[in-house]
């Protein structure tokens, strides 16, 4: 709870009591907060004994502290040994106290879990490919589950892909416009970056027509704002009506279809139209401040293939109208640290959200979290309106009041135009060696449960020796 990022978790807590030897009680400072008890109740419990004790070599353990010592546990895999950056082995436990809870029955199958570190995607692959070192492989490249599974393993139907379709909420990914940079403090602006994004050509000619375009930040469930506001979600709206876009209020909220040929002439026009009237014009072929002439000019942060797979197309798009957008990779630990501090114009973001939001939402959204390193508020918004939306759903009195709460604080979002929305794919693309048995049934808000799933010893005897490979 010390960490920013989490401390807006435990905002209304006071203080916790120790009130026998297995009992906690916390104080709250508001009544209401319905979900703020089961957060509470996801608090790990830590062994103090093994903690304020002693190493092997006698020194005092620091919870605080980084350690490469195999901590005591309490879960069905304990690590039997690691190595730092390259391998990780798990062992599952023979006498696990939650075995024969109803919740673990039938899960957790594996005697033997090895993680093997390959920081290169390429390598990664065509280990999969050979087997013995990974064995399930997810997919997410849709030009890869569409074109590169013809490998000698597979044509031999020793390997199986297979599409699990999920009823999860889908994340809102998208470009994030950074507005602690000034360039897109304005709303008309970062609408006007919005049109250019052309999903239907990407789709068709890069996602192999298998995504779909995302329209909402609560994408997939009955949270997702439609339509035009009316009822509870219109009364809520009203108290703030003369801080919101009117188009809110008068009409639907609707991305570009890139339908036909002359569509995209159209949509950059109304780009250029509102680019005119936040005050940027172009001349010379390039989009400028009308004023000082400036030209408007930014950078994608990105860190691996995907970035340059989206972003080219939209940077395309842009430079129709003048706007100079670039795309900058770089390693992954300097991409993490520089979105951690918000040092970036544009990167793609995944918003994920769950069919009941709660306190997490202030690490989403609020004027706090905007200034708090590591939060999940990467676009910078600092709306005392959306502070109130996100208090609204937290101390939402019943599932209808929940509901018509993030309807609103939807709209909103979608309105100011704070991201790019991009797309997503109602499926768990996995593809797996022919050793493996699993329910029939996985469940829909997850799409597989790999601890569900078991290994077939003859199977695995057979493979191992068709491909001395060690499956």
């Known amino acids: ?4 990022q989490y401390s807006r978790y435990f905002e209304n807590v006071t203080d916790a009591v120790a009130i026998s030897d297995r009992e906690v009680e916390f104080h ?4 209401g907060n319905r979900e703020l008890p089961k957060i509470i109740g996801d608090l790990a419990v830590l062994p103090k004994h093994w903690w304020e004790g002693t190493d092997a070599n006698g020194k005092k353990r620091d919870v605080t502290k980084p350690t490469l010592e195999i901590p005591l546990g309490s879960a069905a895999y304990k690590i039997t040994s690691f190595k730092p950056g390259s391998e990780i082995i798990w062992q599952r436990v023979p006498d696990y106290w939650a075995a024969k809870l109803p919740v673990k029955i039938g899960r957790e199958n594996f005697d033997t879990r090895r ?8 390598a990664a692959w065509l280990a999969f490919t050979k087997g013995g070192l990974e064995d ?8 890869k589950w569409a074109t590169a599974y013809n490998f000698p393993a597979f044509q031999a139907g020793d390997v199986i892909k297979k599409d699990f ?13 950074n507005q602690r940079r000034p360039l897109f403090q304005d709303r008309l602006v970062r609408e006007a970056l919005t049109i250019p994004f052309d999903f239907e050509s990407m789709n068709r000619t890069l996602f192999f027509g298998f995504n779909t375009r995302t329209s909402s930040y609560f994408q997939g469930t009955e949270l997702a704002s439609n339509g035009l506001p009316q009822g509870k979600e219109l009364e809520i709206l009203e108290k703030y009506r003369d801080k919101l876009p009117p188009e809110l209020f008068t009409q639907e909220f609707k991305l570009p279809v890139y339908d036909s040929p002359q569509a995209e002439r159209k949509y950059l026009k109304q780009a250029v139209d509102l680019f005119a009237k936040a005050g940027w014009v172009i001349k010379g072929g390039k989009m400028v401040n009308a004023k000082t002439g400036a030209p408007f000019k930014f950078e994608i942060l990105g860190w691996n293939d995907t970035d340059q797979v989206i972003a080219s197309p939209y940077i395309a798009n842009l430079r129709k109208i003048g706007v100079d957008a670039t795309l900058r990779i770089i390693d992954q630990t300097q991409y993490i640290n520089r979105v951690n501090n918000f040092d970036f114009d544009v990167v793609t973001g995944m918003l994920q959200q769950s069919d009941s939001p709660g306190n997490e939402q202030r690490d989403f959204w609020s004027s ?13 918004i600092k709306d005392p309106t959306v502070d109130a939306l996100v208090d609204r759903i937290i101390f939402a009195t ?10 609103a604080l939807d709209r909103i979002l979608l309105w100011n135009f704070y991201v790019v929305p991009q797309y997503y794919r109602s499926a768990v693309w996995l593809a797996y060696w022919d050793k493996f048995k699993f329910p029939d049934k996985q469940p829909a808000y997850a799409g597989a449960d790999i601890d569900s799933w078991w290994i077939d010893p003859d199977k695995e005897k057979a493979l191992a020796a068709k491909y001395k490979g060690g499956n």
């Open 368 to 380: 706090k979290a905007a200034d708090s390193p590591g939060s999940r508020n990467l676009m910078g």
């Open 1 to 4: 709870a010390n960490s920013p």
């Open 136 to 143: 399930i492989n997810r997919e997410y490249s849709s030009r």
């Open 165 to 177: 379709q999920t009823q999860a909420p889908e994340p809102m990914q998208g470009f994030v416009l």
């Open 28 to 31: 709250f400072n508001q009544k």
């Open 398 to 407: 019943d599932r209808d009041d929940l509901v018509a709460a993030t309807h």
């Open 115 to 122: 993680y093997t570190y390959i920081l290169d995607d390429n």
